[in-house]
């Protein structure tokens, strides 16, 4: 079965800390995503990636950056975690850019509590 | 710019009654795909449907069923005899030509027993 699976669930870190969100999938996809979701705003596209060590900026890219070393796993990085990035955070995956709009694929979320 | 609006932010229903969610959309693209999406409280987002621009008919997948209007721009979802397992956010999403992925904000179905 097919599977993206995000290091933790739940996150509590203190304000200013650097805060690592791992994210890792065993399907061979070649594009990753990391959203935020917050209550009445959905799901907001912070950063996306189409190859190994290929990033591009979605619409809240600020105060974020990402990494991309292998193909299979997408790390989001806060660098100096704030209280106004406590969210849930999703990753997701897709098939390579050949087959266009595929389904995404999503892990199961991690709740930060930045205090 | 491609816009997804789910107006309805929470519902809630008797089991076994019928009820439908709605999606509007908004996008100048002639091709583009409409997925929904359901959240249940594990928090992990599962695929429902997918649907191109181009195939306007309807689909029934057991109590699940989806009606597509280009006309209104409209995709919606309904769930006949609805269980309290339905009980769940659901996400409407479309996908333009360049692959990106626009949400609503969700629809909060609560099903009581």
């Known amino acids: 079965d097919v599977k993206v699976t995000q290091s933790s669930r739940y996150l509590v870190k203190r304000t200013g800390e650097k805060v690592f969100l791992e994210c890792v999938q065993d399907?061979?996809?070649?594009?990753m995503f990391w959203y935020r979701q917050d209550p009445g705003l959905g799901l907001r596209l912070i950063y996306f990636s189409y190859d190994v060590k290929m990033k591009e900026k979605g619409d809240i890219p600020e105060g974020y950056s990402v990494s991309r070393e292998k193909k299979e796993r997408f790390s989001l990085i806060l660098e100096s975690a704030s209280t106004n990035q406590t969210s849930m955070y999703l990753c997701?995956?897709?098939?390579?850019?050949?087959?266009?709009?595929?389904?995404?694929?999503f892990g199961s979320g991690t709740q930060l509590s930045v205090l | 710019a491609q816009k997804v609006t789910q107006a309805q932010t929470e519902i809630s229903v008797v089991e076994k009654e019928d009820v439908t969610l709605d999606c509007v959309y908004e996008t100048r693209d002639t091709t583009y795909y409409l997925f929904w999406y359901k959240q249940p409280p594990s928090g992990e987002l599962v695929f429902l449907i997918r649907r191109n621009s181009f195939d306007e008919q309807n689909e029934i997948s057991g109590r699940y069923s989806w009606n597509f209007q280009k006309s209104t721009s409209s995709f919606n979802f309904t769930i006949t005899a609805s269980q309290v397992v339905d009980s769940a956010v659901y996400f409407c999403a479309l996908s333009d030509p360049g692959n990106q992925f626009y949400f609503g904000t969700g629809t909060s179905l609560t099903v009581i027993p």
């Open positions: 399907m061979d996809h070649e594009n």
């Open positions: 997701a995956s897709s098939p390579g850019t050949e087959t266009t709009n595929e389904k995404l694929f």
